[in-house]
């Protein structure tokens, strides 16, 4: 069984700071792209930012340069580093781990998996 599970998620002013984790656990083998999406009150769930296996990383406009993504492949762990943050990053962010390989006896599967989301809220 996989699952992702987030934390870092809270409270924070406007210019504070926050960093989410995201760790897989189960049977992993491998994991191709590792990524945050997050998804404000009645608006679509959108990309904020994305990590490769090798380290390769893709950023929403909106946060290029505030926000960092990072993974540690021997923990599969994704962690996500927001800085600068503004009223409008409010929203719940969730973990996507694309083209994970977990064996279950000797077989092998590979799918895309998410997190249950972690609520993140910028307000003074």
């Known amino acids: 069984q996989v699952q992702l599970v987030e934390s870092g998620g809270g409270l924070v002013q406007p210019g504070g700071s926050l960093r989410l984790s995201c760790a897989a656990s189960?049977?992993?083998?491998?994991?191709?792209?590792m990524g945050w999406y997050r998804q404000a009150p009645g608006k679509q769930r959108e990309l904020v930012a994305r990590i490769t296996r090798r380290g390769s990383t893709n950023y929403a406009d909106s946060v290029e340069g505030r926000f960092t993504i990072s993974r540690d492949n021997t923990k599969n762990t994704v962690y996500l580093q927001m800085n600068s943050l503004k009223p409008e990053d409010t929203a719940v962010y969730y973990c996507?781990?694309?083209?994970?390989?977990?064996?279950?006896?000797?077989?092998?599967?590979?799918?895309?998996?998410w997190g249950q989301g972690t609520q993140v809220t910028v307000s003074s």
């Open positions: 996507n781990a694309e083209g994970l390989t977990y064996y279950r006896g000797t077989s092998a599967y590979t799918g895309d998996y």
């Open positions: 189960g049977s992993i083998f491998s994991i191709d792209g």
